[in-house]
């Protein structure tokens, strides 16, 4: 019975790792309600949009919480996910030149109808399609590049929970050049 239970706490704390707690948000309608009252129809529609927004649009904290997961895997690297994604890259490279050679005019149809007399069009379109293939590769680890930097800032990101409790503790986080000026 042992692994049955530690299969269930495995379980369970992953479901708490993916959860969004939406405790979180029915806490913040409640006390929504007991500040405002009665909740008129206006009230209640802002309320429900704001509900759905904060769906839409998670809090920083719970995308952070997400990247700082990611960025702590040792399986999810840059190289795995660009081995991962190269095979299809490439794929779609050549599904690209099929479509455009299987085009009634296109130029494959000239270069295999007398291929003796197209030797130079042959090697152009060999250098056009490796050279495809590696353009792709080289914007697929681009896109990831530029993926894993984004997620390093918006971790790096300071949150308005951590402001606000800067600013209760005395560290001005806001106006903290300018605010100095006028004082």
Known sequence: MPG???RHNAVAEYSAMVSTNPSAVHRRHIQRVQRHG??????????E??????????PIE???????RFQSDPDFTQDRVFTFL????????????????????????R???????????IAKVTGFLLGGVLLSLVVLRCIIWGVSE?????VSLSSTEERRSRE???IPSSNLVLGGMFM
């Open 86 to 109: 190269a095979p299809l890259f490439v794929f779609g490279a050549l599904f690209v030149v099929a479509v455009v050679a299987v085009q009634p005019h296109s130029f494959a149809h």
């Open 168 to 170: 209760r503790s005395g």
């Open 111 to 121: 270069i295999l109808d007398t291929p003796g007399d197209h030797t130079r069009d």
């Open 38 to 47: 009665a909740t008129s129809a206006r009230a209640a529609l802002c309320n």
């Open 62 to 68: 719970e995308v952070q919480d997400a990247i700082r």
């Open 49 to 58: 949009v704001s509900d759905w927004y904060e769906a839409v649009c998670p």
């Open 4 to 6: 049955l239970i530690q």
């Open 150 to 154: 984004i997620s390093s800032v918006i």
